[in-house]
């Protein structure tokens, strides 16, 4: 109880509908995500969890049929206001996809990209100093400070993943969201990524989309199932997988229906 | 609550986890029969049957633990299965338990002496009766996944508990009587006892059916 005095929502989902065209995707999601946690969202394939995810940095905005209503508060403002910079808001609000996506150039380059375009280094050094602290967030400084300026394809897949993540938090966002960020990779890989999760959300807030039950058990504090474009059940995670209060989020964690 | 797993497999492996637990239950309820038939009617020959009864029970314990480790590891159970794989894991060392406690008894079978108060045997019976009965109710609770059931027998083990006093009680009375019966009070004393301990960790196996259908453990 003293625990949930203490926190607070970060991010909060007022009635979110989202339209494809004429079909509705989600249906008036309520929801609040809370500061420095990890918020697992899950549900079986095409539920809408990645739609809402994408909802949070505006990325939908991107897709010309898809129509949002309701409102998302990030620190108590709306980020559906229409006079709202999504370039800003995307500074603010970073992201993590499936597939690890970096750019095909180098080490180095990948993570300076981002704070050049934003005009966040004043200088080289600055820069560099830049460069390094985001790798080291990401925990792949170690692995890659002797050939920042190979090619960021050439790393292993799990690199890649935390070259992405370095990427992301180079710009100092203030929330991640994550796309089912370990689907693509080994277990070894995933396990570094979810270790990684862990340091980030002393920093970060953080959310992740997973069809991975035990590793939204194992990341995050918070979980929210999605069953065809609605928010069944939102609770701690330690309750929704010990004793969720829903019947069909029992009966999808458990493998009764997908 | 749908009933099925899309893996029918793991259906099957709980299904065989809940029987294996059922038989493991009835012969505990049995061996629990013996046991104080044998005290009662001083059947030494009972004995050997009753240790290799209990010898099986240990078996099915070891066996349901073995098979509670395959679902964990192959099945990751989560919500409803996770507390099924953990109550059911804790309910089969209660139950091997209480067969420990009745081969116990068994083995302290004594001759009756002469000037044994039939009332005291009577209520020893009684006693064994008692927990024989919350034992069969602990097993439908278990079956039926009764939480009702659980609650009530966990409240009649209070009954329990009083018949064993009482019963320790006379012994002490007439164990301070005559010293000559020592052996055999003392042994009626520990048969007691150990009446009252199964009545405890049958408590305990309605207390996790609670838990594996609530999801939370009884107020105590």
């Keep these: 109880m003293e625990l949930e005095n203490k926190r607070e929502a970060k991010v909060i989902s007022k009635n979110i509908d989202v339209f494809y065209g004429d079909k509705q995707a989600l249906f008036g999601i309520d929801l609040e995500i809370y500061k420095n946690e990890v918020t697992a969202l899950i549900g079986p394939s095409g539920c809408g969890k990645s739609t809402f995810l994408r909802c949070i940095n505006r990325m939908n905005d991107v897709i010309d049929i898809c129509k949002i209503t309701g409102e998302i508060e990030i620190d108590n403002f709306n980020i559906y206001k229409p006079d709202v910079d999504v370039v800003r808001l995307r500074e603010k609000v970073g992201m993590v996809f499936q597939k690890p996506n970096p750019f095909p150039k180098s080490i180095y380059d990948n993570i300076a990209y981002g704070p050049s375009i934003h005009g966040i280094a004043k200088d080289k050094n600055e820069m560099d100093q830049i460069v390094e602290t985001s790798l080291q967030k990401a925990a792949l400084w170690n692995e890659v400070k002797d050939r920042l300026n190979e090619p960021g394809t050439g790393l292993s897949g799990g690199q890649q993943q935390r070259l992405c993540i370095a990427r992301a938090i180079s710009i100092n966002p203030e929330i991640i969201l994550m796309d089912e960020p370990c689907s693509a990779l080994d277990p070894i890989a995933t396990a570094k990524i979810e270790e990684l999760i862990d340091s980030l959300k002393s920093s970060f807030t953080i959310v992740i989309v997973t069809h991975s039950m035990s590793q939204a058990a194992r990341v995050s504090q918070r979980t929210g199932f999605f069953h065809l474009g609605k928010l069944i059940e939102m609770g701690e995670t330690e309750k929704i997988f010990k004793n969720p209060n829903n019947t069909m989020t029992q009966d999808y964690i458990t493998g009764r229906f997908g | ?220």
């Design chain 2, 1 to 220: 609550m749908s009933d099925e797993h899309i893996v029918k497999s793991y259906d099957e492996e709980l299904q065989h986890l809940n029987d294996s637990l059922v038989q493991m239950g009835s012969l505990t309820e049995k061996l629990l029969h013996d046991s104080m038939n044998a005290i009662t009617t001083v059947d030494k020959d009972a004995v050997s049957k009753i240790v290799e009864s209990d010898a099986k029970i240990n078996k099915f314990r070891s066996s349901i633990d073995q098979h509670i480790m395959t679902i964990l590891v192959k099945r990751s159970p989560v919500a409803i299965d996770l507390r099924y794989a953990i109550s059911t894991l804790k309910i089969s060392q209660d139950l091997e338990r209480i067969g420990d406690l009745a081969k116990g008894n068994a083995k302290k079978i004594l001759p009756l002496p002469d000037d044994l108060p039939p009332e005291m045997l009577k209520r020893i019976e009684s006693l064994g009766e008692m927990v024989q009965t919350q034992l069969k109710s602990t097993l439908d609770c278990f079956i039926e996944k009764s939480v009702q059931k659980s609650l009530d027998t966990i409240k009649r083990d209070e009954q329990v508990n009083d018949l064993a006093t009482a019963s320790i009680k006379e012994v002490l009375e007439f164990l301070s009587k005559d010293k000559k019966n020592l052996d055999f009070a003392t042994n009626l004393l520990f048969v007691c006892k150990n009446l009252e301990r199964a009545g405890d960790h049958l408590s305990r196996i309605c207390q996790n059916v609670h838990y594996l259908i609530e999801g939370d453990y009884p107020e105590k």
